[in-house]
């Protein structure tokens, strides 16, 4: 490398460097986001006994490589129950991390550093991508903003799938442009490689062929007349060579095994009972790759799983709770959580292809064929939960903004100064908000304090905030507090010390909480922002915390928990506690016991669909069905007042209630 190349590196070093440690500062300061306990059992038990049965919703890698830290470890491991895999892997992580961590998080820091070799990744690549499409100036800029960007950040470091995906999406991405430049072997190698590693990361990342098919397609539209079926050859023989290679590189994550689970242990469900409700061509691929083992059987349950969270899963918006996806969240949400200096960069790209200045029409291909595909791939899929499922996009803005603005100052060196500032802007709010990057919003929309208005989920709360919280607790020594917390039982606040009572969620109806709700708690009431505006919920009217959204704020914890103090009477929270007190104790096979929480719960909300259900399936478990049907005919008719677009998730199931009795 000669002299005048090294200054480059080093500033592209440094920056990296830079990058590392505000992650880490970030991480640090983090509990467990609510799919991490999930994510790391998996992979240790992948390391230990080949089981690919835990978290088949994601593929191996990402949970291989931030478990690595765990190996010279000698760890409890807790017993497997053969439940359904999804509580098995949640509810054994919870107790894998609680018993071998704690809330000092040794080991969980070591892992989340671990995974941080995906962040490094991306930004080599962003680096490289940038030198060889527009050059070095080019190269640095985009580092410069894919380092600073708030929600590259806040992702960067977490065990989660992805950073790993988005790193190896633009590794391949790049793979296959220089392969297209000059074909040769290795470079067909290294696009496999890479497609391989995409795949293995997230299910998301089949994605990929559609976006070397588009790539493929521009390159031979592109191409001199005489060249184009040599072209055409060239580039579709290497892209189904990359596809084989990449199948190669997905079998070799699982063992080069089919079955999910090692010897002495079963699916529950196997994929024939998961995948039976699937209809259609989903069921057809599903089928036929199973029958003719073309691919891993996990993976093929995530697959499987990942059709059923894209058809409906509750989101929350622009203060509205929707029970399923809207065509416009990505949209909407990419404008609230993304700087506005980066957006003024991307306003000067456009102005710099408008005018013509960027006129590297081939790579600009490889940044707007992929970055389209994919943003209309986010948009079609019904699963809104946050930003983190379009992060992939970030880059190759990053490059796009770079490219637009390095091409106006070599027309005319005074868009130095209007480029500049943006990039200055972008850099101080992101900064602002430090270390709090996951509840990022840019100034428009009021900042990281207003975010939960309009967002939720991983783009606001991930059940990111204990540590934060217990800080907050050891300020306020005996002070009674109740706290609503999105992530329990999959998270408990007592682990870190944490003494507040649990008010139930939507999340809560799978353990019966230890103290039972009154109508009216004194104290401190803290509300993470997911049950303050009750985006796991379909509809505003099961809000149980509903009130509270117009009420004042006494402080805000990590801009994620939110602190009332005061009287409250809260008889919807107490009414969703003993429902889901009912739910839990029909379960065990005591139904006496839960016709009396049920009843509890109707006394306290007798116009409820959840409260009314919850009777009239205790009623009907000790066999009163006259009572039980008189019952659910008013559950039904709480359901008939919900909103239109919620009905179906309840009015189908309670007609079947009664068609039973």
């Given amino acids: 490398m000669n002299g005048a190349k090294m200054p480059v590196w080093f500033l592209a070093g440094g920056l990296m460097i830079l990058q590392m440690i505000l992650v880490a500062i970030i991480v640090h300061g983090e509990s467990p986001t609510f799919d991490e306990a999930d994510h790391i059992f998996a992979g240790y038990m992948m390391w230990h006994s080949g089981d690919y049965g835990l978290n088949p919703e994601h593929p191996p890698l990402v949970k291989l490589v931030a478990t690595m830290p765990l190996l010279p470890e000698k760890l409890w491991v807790p017993p497997l129950q053969q439940r359904m895999f999804k509580t098995e892997a949640y509810s054994d992580g919870r107790d894998f991390l609680e018993r071998n961590d704690g809330p000092g998080q040794r080991l969980l820091f070591r892992m989340r550093l671990a995974a941080g070799v995906f962040a490094l990744g991306l930004l080599v690549i962003v680096f490289l991508m940038g030198r060889d499409f527009f050059g070095e100036p080019a190269g640095l800029l985009a580092l410069l903003l894919v380092v600073f960007e708030p929600n590259l950040l806040a992702n960067s470091d977490l065990v989660t799938t992805d950073m790993g995906v988005t790193c190896f999406f633009l590794a391949a991405i790049y793979c296959f442009y220089r392969f297209a430049r000059r074909p040769s072997a290795i470079r067909v190698l290294l696009t496999g490689l890479a497609a391989g590693l995409t795949l293995a990361a997230k299910h998301s990342g089949i994605l990929l062929a559609p976006m070397l098919l588009g790539l493929t397609v521009v390159e031979i539209a592109c191409a001199e007349r005489g060249r184009r079926r040599r072209m055409a050859g060239t580039l579709l023989g290497g892209f189904a060579a990359a596809v084989i290679i990449a199948i190669a590189v997905l079998w070799a994550f699982y063992g080069f095994r089919y079955a999910a689970r090692p010897a002495g242990l079963v699916m529950n469900p196997t994929l024939t009972e998961y995948a039976a409700p699937l209809k259609g061509i989903d069921s057809w691929v599903i089928g036929h790759l199973a029958n003719w083992r073309l691919l891993p059987e996990s ?114 060196r005074r868009w130095i100064w209007i480029g500049g500032g943006l990039v200055v802007c972008h850099i101080l709010s992101s900064m602002t908000v430090f270390p709090a990057e996951m509840a990022y919003a840019n100034e428009a929309w009021g900042g990281a304090a207003n975010t939960h208005k309009y967002l939720s989920d991983s783009s606001v709360d991930w059940a990111q905030q204990l540590v934060h919280v217990k800080r907050w607790v050891d300020a306020h020594p005996g002070e009674e507090c109740w706290f609503a917390y999105a992530a329990y039982p999959v998270i408990r606040p007592q682990a870190y010390g944490i003494p507040c009572h649990p008010l139930p969620t939507a999340h809560t109806g799978d353990e019966i909480l230890p103290d039972e709700v009154p109508e009216t708690i004194h104290g401190n009431l803290l509300l993470a922002a997911d049950d303050l505006e009750a985006c796991d919920w379909p509809s505003e009217q099961l809000n149980v915390f509903q009130r509270f959204r117009s009420m004042p704020i006494a402080e805000q914890i990590d801009h994620s928990v939110f602190v009332y103090r005061g009287d409250f009477h809260v008889p919807e929270a107490a009414a969703l506690g003993a429902v889901q007190k009912s739910q839990s104790l029909l379960g065990e096979n005591k139904p006496g016991e839960a016709l009396v929480a049920a009843k509890r719960a109707v006394a306290l909300q007798p116009e409820n669909v959840l409260t009314q259900t919850a009777l009239g399936d205790a009623q009907k478990a000790l066999g009163d069905r006259s009572s039980a049907r008189a019952v659910y005919a008013l559950a039904l008719a709480a359901a008939y007042r919900l909103e239109p677009d919620v009905q179906p998730q309840f009015v189908p199931r309670l007609k079947r209630k009664l068609t039973s009795l």
Avoid: C
């Fill in 299 to 412: 993976y093929l349950i995530g697959l499987t799983d990942v059709h059923y969270a894209a058809q409906e899963y509750p989101i929350f918006i622009l203060g509205h709770n929707y029970p399923h996806g809207v065509l416009w969240y990505f949209p909407v949400a990419l404008t609230i959580k993304t700087t506005l200096g980066f957006i003024g960069l991307l306003v000067l790209a456009d102005i710099a292809l408008a005018s013509e200045r960027l006129k590297q029409g081939r790579e600009l291909a490889y940044l707007l064929v992929p970055g389209s595909i994919y943003l209309a791939a986010a948009i079609g899929s019904k699963m809104n939960i946050g930003v983190r499922h379009s992060l992939f996009l970030y880059p190759l803005a990053a490059l796009l903004a770079a490219a637009g603005l390095t091409a106006l100052v070599r027309y005319r």
